[in-house]
């Protein structure tokens, strides 16, 4: 069974830029969450899809948004780029389940953006 | 708000030895799930174990046991007989309203 994809796993982009990153989940997972991994502030939740809907939001700007589609892969874009959004981006995928759930996410390899 | 807390930056262990990585919590919600997931160098992140906050007994994965204490809210990681291949970050997480991670430990495997 393949895993969580991410695509590219490398980035570099200038300040103002706009950047779209793609995950593909674990065939059978519905939902897909967002984290941003930086050595300051550590693993912080951007945001979790599940069919098509985003469940829940993190504590970011709303130059960050996502998307997820009808095959269940998803994209977060964000728009004019800031030096701090240099980061590792991780795509997780799980099978849904409620607050109780013992499902966990799986995890891809990651996005590393590096903003100029 | 959902808070989790690892407070140590960096552990070291001598290899074969038994090592407690530590993590509290603090939520108002009676319903959570507690994860720990290692991050090695090359940076994917493994989910190790999973204890539910209605489970009874703590889990065990191979080398690996969650000590619950639901009261004092924490939920301590044990890796027993510790390997080389252990050297890592851990993360403890908590699945509530949203998945919040702790900050992370580093651990060192000395042989």
């Known amino acids: 069974k393949a895993g969580v994809t991410q695509t590219p796993r490398y980035l570099i982009k200038t300040r103002g830029q706009q950047v779209t990153l793609s995950c593909s989940p674990i065939?059978?997972?519905?939902?897909v969450s967002w984290y941003q991994q930086t050595p300051g502030q550590g693993l912080q939740f951007l945001f979790e899809?599940?069919?098509?809907?985003?469940?829940n939001k993190g504590n970011f700007p709303g130059r960050f948004s996502g998307r997820q589609f009808s095959n269940s892969r998803s994209e977060m874009n964000v728009s004019t780029l800031e030096l701090g959004d240099s980061a590792l981006y991780l795509c997780?995928?799980?099978?849904?389940?409620?607050?109780?759930?013992?499902?966990?996410?799986?995890f891809g390899d990651g996005t590393r953006l590096s903003i100029l | 708000a959902q808070k989790i807390t690892q407070t140590q930056p960096g552990m070291f262990v001598q290899e074969k030895e038994a090592v407690t990585l530590d993590c509290t919590y603090d939520?108002?919600?009676?319903?959570?799930?507690l994860f720990w997931y290692k991050q090695p160098s090359s940076g994917e992140m493994i989910f190790l174990i999973y204890?539910?906050?209605?489970?009874?007994q703590n889990a065990t994965e191979g080398r690996y046991s969650l000590n619950f204490q639901k009261a004092r809210k924490s939920a301590n990681l044990v890796i027993s007989a510790s390997q080389l291949g252990d050297s890592a970050m851990y993360f403890c997480a908590m699945r509530g309203y949203d998945m919040r991670f702790g900050a992370g430990t580093r651990l060192t495997v000395k042989p």
């Open positions: 899809y599940f069919s098509e809907t985003q469940r």
């Open positions: 204890q539910g906050s209605y489970d009874q």
């Open positions: 997780a995928s799980s099978s849904p389940g409620g607050r109780n759930s013992n499902q966990p996410q799986h």
């Open positions: 065939s059978g997972h519905r939902s």
């Open positions: 939520t108002s919600d009676p319903s959570y799930g």
